[in-house]
């Protein structure tokens, strides 16, 4: 007699959509990642020579216009006053997932589609901006759309409701671990029965002069402003930061026999997750990676995998100095040997950190890896750490054999998340 297996619901990507600094669309974004082109420039979106700002440049999310998206004036008119930048992001990604997935909602039970979208601080861009009017002007200055437009569950609110989704929706709010986090409690909400489809990732919106001069002075960010390109290098021994970006990543995914029975592309299979708390220190990871190597353990536990059985790592890879060592003891610690085996790569050479956001792109390029085997590069990793001596996939990208793989997050308050990807099999 055949064994039952551990879990019956099988959980599979089956659309994309993504709003980066290097692209919209997954197609672009994909052939950026693989060509290994930077996204981060000198600021644009305010003049970081007004407050005398250190650091001079971000990924920004360039050009970017609702309308674009939304012909109808009084659809898009309507959307910038009711939304921060965070969920008109997130709104743009989710309707690319959605028409990348070929899901038809009208076709769809929609009291099995749920929405869960993470950020780490939601609409900042809205709360500081109108702080200001505040203090300047009096509470008569504020609209009555000031609490709507910052909350940091209005993209997961304002997702379902565009879509008449009416499973459960939340935001999840970990730090840089928000988007993964989101998808984590997706695949296992479909796995226990509870929806059939879900709109998950992470979007952030927050590049102003509050949030750099904020990050800045906590000395996280990369002062590298007359090399922008050259100033994400994780893994690298010159590394002196990371480099703050925006953007919103979203995917679909669902049922197995949900998405056979309408003739749905898959990517890759989610097959398992884990996730811990450093519980050690507010923003430095544990000294060991003892924190990470735990959800590592736990993710491969769930999917059934052993560490030599995983092929490729799409690594958290901030370009900090305490991020970088102590990933690398984490996958260390996990791995042993086959740590040198495997291709590594961070996503965040390119796009800059997406804070909430970076989860999700981490796991979009891991079932793309998967779907294409492929892997993107790390780009400006042309002096090497010798304390990060792993396989980094420096500068150019490479075909591999993919048939398991893991996405990594790791956020601020020890937040820890690692779900593991496959290729679907029949």
């Known amino acids: 007699m055949n064994a039952q297996p551990k879990y019956p619901r099988r959980v599979v990507v089956t659309g994309m959509g993504m709003i980066t600094p290097v692209g919209a669309g997954k197609e672009d974004c994909w052939k950026a990642f693989l060509e290994g082109r930077s996204g981060v420039a000198r600021i644009s979106r305010f003049d970081p020579e007004e407050l005398n700002l250190d650091v001079k440049i971000a990924a920004e999310v360039k050009d970017f216009n609702i309308q674009d998206f939304y012909p109808d004036r009084r659809k898009w008119g309507s959307m910038l006053k009711e939304m921060d930048r965070v969920t008109l992001f997130a709104m743009v990604a989710s309707k690319m997932a959605i028409e990348d997935a070929k899901l038809d909602m009208k076709q769809t039970d929609s009291d099995r589609v749920g ?7 939601g609409g900042l861009i809205t709360t500081t901006s109108d702080y200001v009017k505040l203090m300047e002007g009096g509470p008569r200055k504020l609209g009555l759309r000031t609490v709507i437009r910052l909350m940091p569950n209005a993209p997961s609110g304002q997702v379902a409701i565009e879509y008449g989704a009416g499973g459960r929706a939340k935001s999840d709010s970990t730090a840089c671990a928000s988007g993964l986090d989101s998808i984590f409690d997706s695949f296992m909400y479909i796995r226990d029965n509870r929806a059939d489809v879900m709109i998950t990732g992470g979007s952030e919106a927050c590049l102003n002069t509050f949030t750099v001069a904020s990050f800045n002075n906590m000395m996280a960010l990369s002062r590298r402003n007359d090399d922008p390109q050259g100033a994400s290098r994780p893994f690298s021994k010159d590394r002196d ?4 970006g925006e953007g919103s990543v979203i995917l679909i995914i669902e049922e197995l026999q949900h998405a056979l029975k309408r003739n749905a592309h898959i990517y890759a299979e989610i097959t398992g997750g884990g996730a811990s708390c450093d519980a050690t220190h507010i923003v430095a990871p544990h000294e060991t990676g003892a924190g ?8 491969l536990r769930d999917a059934e995998l052993m560490p030599h059985d995983i092929d490729y790592i799409n690594a958290h890879g901030t370009s900090t100095p305490l991020n970088d060592e ?3 003891l984490a996958i260390k610690n996990v791995f042993g040997d086959h740590s040198y085996k495997m291709p590594i790569s961070s996503t965040k050479s390119m796009v800059g950190h997406l804070l909430g956001g970076a989860g999700a792109i981490g796991a979009a390029v891991t079932a793309l890896s998967i779907e294409q085997q492929r892997v993107h590069p790390t780009i400006n990793l042309n002096n090497p750490d010798p304390l990060c001596d792993l396989d980094y996939v420096p500068n150019v990208s490479r075909d591999v054999k993919i048939k398991n793989a893991i996405c990594e997050a ?13 290729q679907y099999v029949k």
Do not use: D
Request: net charge positive; hydrophobic share 45%.
């Open 292 to 299: 990470a190597s735990r959800a590592i353990k736990e993710a």
């Open 241 to 244: 930061g990371f480099v703050i």
């Open 115 to 121: 929405t869960f979208i993470g950020t780490g601080v």
């Open 410 to 422: 790791l956020g601020f308050g020890g937040h820890n998340t690692v779900i593991a990807m496959s």
């Open 326 to 328: 102590r990933e690398t």
